[in-house]
């Protein structure tokens, strides 16, 4: 696994030697002309029949989902693949002496700990004492697999912590996959990786329905938690992507995070659990640690889906945002506010208007975010609060100390007057996008013309606040044409709300019972 890990890393490298974007498909990579230039024909068939098709061999995926049991695999294949790869490297180096080519291999990723996306404590020598009892009890691992189970704890026990979580992810998908043939009554699904049918992986194993349109069955037998994680750590863009990275050699493997590997251990051990006899896992279960553990298993909720991450953001924005108004106003800015203007007093008349209506649809109860790709209007509001609050910082420090040039504290007395406004116009944006998120599942459908103004509205909305990030930077303090663009925006956002088409008034009324 780790082999043919590897040469797909290091044949992406090669590729890129001539050509411009490495293809993502191993087979894809290895039909390619550019790896036919460099170590010809002959050797890259060989190549394809071994690891690159599935009418060969095609012993990368049997291997990495779990389809071959020890036994099954002859040895003598491994040391073939070793001595090709071997002959490869001397072709590549007589290639690069040829050609005169530097080759330049793509720097690895070093997966950073978890930290506040792990679910789990540090797996301890009693876990891994449970483990080790519940390998043999379990029937969610298939007997002829047992030896890869004990083979990751060795391995976990020495320190080598990627080849722990290769193996174990093998085999999570080797026993989800025969879990899931068997709760939706689709034996054939457990085909292995044949020429002649698309053989059953972790995507169609964590999917919502099957290729037939029926409902998956799985999801519901293992519970949204089991769920949540397993997309947490395989799938989420933002997730560490554990096995996707490892299978394509992209990841530094000593320096691999323990981490992660305690979390699959620990995920393991609980769902080994459920497979093992009533009684016998009532006594495993009485143990401290693994009570903890399950305990900890039935109340995990996503940490790397784009709606948790976005609720994160959007509340660490408004705590940023929710600061300003502690920052001291200068006498001469407070003055200046007194005075007021036109345009201020109509864009506070507006936010009174448009948050009165936005309060009417705040649920009963706290709301919670669902099922919506990440919005970046929130991100440039959090670049805009950050901004804002470390330039008046610094240009407060420069005006007590009295280094600013005349231009420069006209402009400093704007910037003082401009905060009162864009704090609660911030906030006003992430109220909208709060609200906007917890109706998603509880709003009517729109219709093409609906959904056309209605993004139409959302990118209005994040066009000013781009437009307010490049107007407040250091380099430009445009601050009275911040007024300006608040006003326009806030007119776009009380005439879009009076038409009713916002998620808030097309949900249902059941939006109460949601939780945040």
Known sequence: MKLTACLERALGDVFLLIG????????DLLASEELAQVFGLPVMNVLRVFIGSPCGLNLRN???????????IPPMYCSTMVVLTAGMGQLLRNYLQQSELSWAPRPLIALPELEGGAMFPEVTQEVVSVLEEVMKKSTFILRTMLPYWEVALIKFKSHRFADCAMLLLMQLETGLRHLFATINKCPQRLLTAESTA?????????????????????????????MEFLWDFLNHQQGPRVRDHLSHGEINLPEFPKGITDQLLAFSTVLLLRFVEEELASVFKEKAAIQSLVHLAEDYSARFHPMSLLRKQVLSCEESIRAWPLLPLLREAEEARLEGSSEINACNSLIIKITYELYHHIPENHCVFTDLDNLPIERCCTHVSHQVAAS??????????????????????????????????????????????VNIPVAHGKN??????????LKSILQYT??????????????????????????????FSEKKQMLIHLAKKSTSTAVL
């Open 198 to 226: 698309l053989y059953t992986t972790f995507d169609e194993i964590l999917a919502k329905h099957l290729n037939d349109g029926e409902i998956n069955q799985l999801p519901l037998f293992l519970g949204e938690p089991a």
């Open 466 to 495: 781009e437009n307010l990030k490049a107007h407040t930077s250091p380099e430009k303090n445009k601050w009275i044409e911040t007024i300006r663009l608040t006003h326009t925006a806030l007119l776009r956002m009380w005439t």
């Open 20 to 27: 411009k974007e490495c293809p993502f498909l191993l087979r």
């Open 62 to 72: 049997i291997l990495w989902h779990g389809f071959a049991a020890p036994h099954e």
């Open 448 to 457: 093409t013309d609906e959904y056309q103004q209605y993004l139409k509205f």
């Open 392 to 437: 008046w910082v610094r240009r407060r420090q420069q005006w007590v100390e009295k280094t600013l040039r005349s231009r420069q504290r006209q402009n400093f007395v704007r910037m003082s007057c401009s905060i009162k406004l864009l704090s609660p116009v911030l906030l006003l944006i992430l109220l909208l996008i709060a609200l906007e998120l």
